[in-house]
């Protein structure tokens, strides 16, 4: 089993992407090899598995990819949190204040049953702008927010003071 190291190893630098200034950290190296992206699912769903999750809820878009996979291999449901217009049914909507304007996330209002016990996931912990917004946002269907995972954190962006309601936990941190 490959271990947290080799997974950080494996994420790539990208500069100047989106933005000018921005150090992006590529997940796509991990991905694309079976055996990393497997340890990543492994270590992510060990994580979480005592807590006996009814639901895993995953951030679009990268949040998806590891949510999915752990809620498979937790045997509980997915639950995808998306930008505003992407979702058919009635939902709840969170926004939330970037560095220029404003965003919002959206999560159907029957997604998941009243009670159940839900544990958020994304790939990366930034500012804690998205997650923030997301934790509200699944608070309002009156479910159990019961933990907050990231394969990565950004410590220097201080993203874990917004989150320190919750218990929150990420594997990598740079
Ligand atoms: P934030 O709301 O600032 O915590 O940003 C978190 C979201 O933006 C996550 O869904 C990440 O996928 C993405 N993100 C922010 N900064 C980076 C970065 N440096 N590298 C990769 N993804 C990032």
């Given amino acids: 089993m490959k271990s947290i190291e080799d997974i950080k190893q494996a994420i790539r630098d990208v500069p100047d992407f989106p933005h000018k200034g921005i150090l992006f950290k590529d997940i796509t190296p991990v991905l694309q090899n079976a055996a990393l992206f497997g340890a990543t699912v ?71 049953a009243p009670g159940s016990a839900v544990v958020l996931m994304d790939d990366l912990l930034a500012t804690g702008g998205t997650a923030l917004a997301s934790t509200r946002l699944i608070e309002k269907t009156g479910v159990r927010l019961i933990a907050v995972r990231f394969l990565i954190e950004l410590d220097f962006l201080k993203g874990r003071d917004k989150l320190s309601a919750y218990a929150m936990q990420s594997l990598i941190h740079f």
């Fill in 42 to 112: 492994h270590h992510l769903c060990e994580s979480v598995r005592d807590l006996r999750a009814d639901a895993i809820a995953g951030i679009e878009a990268r949040g998806f990819i590891f949510a999915a996979a752990v809620a498979d291999r937790l045997n509980c449901g997915f639950v995808p949190i998306r930008k505003p217009g992407k979702l058919p049914a009635k939902v709840h909507q969170e926004s939330y204040t970037l560095e220029y304007g404003t965003d919002s996330v959206e999560m159907h209002q029957d997604a998941v």
